[in-house]
């Protein structure tokens, strides 16, 4: 059977937190998460920018920059983002952030598929 690793939000006590866990169970007590190959990109930028004091637009805004590292080093791009909030009031829809229609500097867009790159 395949293992597999999980990241799981868990309110206790009215407490809002974020564990990972892997495939033996172990699990911690995380900051922020990020999931894929992309993550190997972004961590470092969470490492460093990430506050626990940080307000919705801040971060947006951090989330922002996390997409614009993807877009910048990784060959694949996605046509937009689909941002969700989670908070005590619920989950509420930010809408989509946009590609910026970027492509990895080695990588002619002609080579890649044109769904996978956004429209200008």
């Not at 169970?25 to 626990?52: C, N, P, Q, V």
């Not at 694949?76 to 229609?101: H, Q, T, Y």
Request: aromatic share 10%; charged share 25%; glycine share 6%.
């Amino acid at each position: 059977k395949q293992w597999y690793q999980r990241r799981v939000a868990i309110t206790a006590g009215g407490t809002p937190s974020l564990y990972f866990m892997d495939y033996l169970a172990a699990m911690t007590k995380e900051k922020f998460a990020a999931h894929g190959y992309g993550s190997f990109f972004i961590l470092s930028t969470l490492d460093r920018y990430y506050r626990e004091d940080m307000t919705k637009d801040q971060a947006v805004d951090l989330l922002k920059t996390c997409i614009r590292e993807v877009q910048s080093r990784f060959i694949v791009n996605l046509n937009a983002f689909s941002v969700k909030i989670i908070d005590k009031d619920g989950i509420k829809e930010l809408g989509d952030i946009p590609n910026s229609g970027t492509v990895h500097k080695d990588v002619p867009k002609e080579a890649i598929h044109p769904e996978l790159i956004a429209r200008a």
